[in-house]
């Protein structure tokens, strides 16, 4: 077994390898017909180029704000979304429930249409509002949220509520800091989430400063024409941070992928 997910490890690492290869190759060397596994010449010249004569820090920041605005807001909603499912009693809370859940089976692609016709007339088009907004609808949190809810004790909330705490503060005070690990682990799979996600900010930037970084991979052609290195360089920049995010958090954002 070990030697199997050896193998199979090398065989998902080896794409990313040759990337980083690639982006390390003079263009001569990389359109040339000679196939090498190491670079004869090993430069930065690409990464250069594409630090000095693109926009990548901008993208870097339309990236970061759209993620963690995301982030935020879903987790802003969500959780109180959970607790409500989870605790409250009030008409309808199971019809709501059922609903929440039956919005999983709808595609996301086939709301684009409308959101975008909507966000049209917002004028929210080449804006942070319209990147950010309509990604925050993330039912899996809110049932993941009822969930681990759930399975608090019913004597705290109880308890809370003879010493005349409100909904809010059982929530802030008491639900959240027992559930703060899954709290964590969620934040940080939206967050990854919403820093890979392409087809969203694709639609709805036209103006090269308002690219996010997956979306500004596409422009490089456009910018500077077919040069394969370059590209490559621009793809391990844009997998840089999220990929150290990934190493450091690795535990939480496992533990979040099978809790979903």
């Known amino acids: 077994l070990t030697l199997l997910s050896i193998i199979f490890a090398l065989i998902f690492i080896f794409p990313l390898y040759w990337a980083l290869v690639t982006s390390l190759k003079t263009e001569v060397e990389v359109i040339g017909q000679d196939w090498t596994i190491f670079p004869k010449i090993f430069t930065l010249a690409s990464y250069i180029d594409v630090l000095t004569k693109s926009q ?12 963690f605005g995301i982030t935020f807001l879903v ?3 969500c959780m109180p979304c959970g607790y409500a499912l989870s605790q409250l009693n009030f008409p309808g809370r199971n019809v709501l429930f059922i609903s929440v ?31 950010i907004l309509p990604q925050v609808l993330s039912p899996v949190c809110v049932i993941v949220y009822k969930q681990f ?32 690990g899954i709290t964590t682990a969620l934040a940080l799979v939206t967050f990854i989430a919403a820093w890979n996600n392409f ?8 103006k090269q400063e308002m690219f996010t970084v997956p979306v500004a991979i596409t422009s ?22 999220i990929a150290l995010l990934y190493i450091i958090f690795q535990k939480q954002v496992t533990k979040a992928i099978m809790m979903t």
Request: proline share 5%; hydrophobic share 60%.
């Open 56 to 67: 990548i820090f901008n993208w870097y920041l339309n990236s970061i704000i759209t993620s």
């Open 220 to 241: 490089v052609d456009d910018a500077f024409g077919i040069f394969y290195a370059r590209e490559m360089a621009v793809a391990m920049l844009a997998a840089g941070p």
């Open 149 to 180: 809810f759930d399975q608090v004790p019913k004597e705290l909330r109880d308890a809370s509520i003879i010493d005349g705490a409100s909904e809010i503060q059982i929530l802030l005070k008491i639900y959240l800091p027992l559930n703060l």
């Open 199 to 206: 087809f969203w900010p694709f639609i709805m930037t036209t």
């Open 75 to 77: 987790i802003l909603i």
């Open 101 to 131: 859940l039956a919005s999983i089976m709808v595609p996301g692609t086939a709301l684009v249409i409308a959101l975008f016709i909507m966000i049209a007339e917002f004028n929210m088009i080449n804006s942070w509002a319209g990147i």
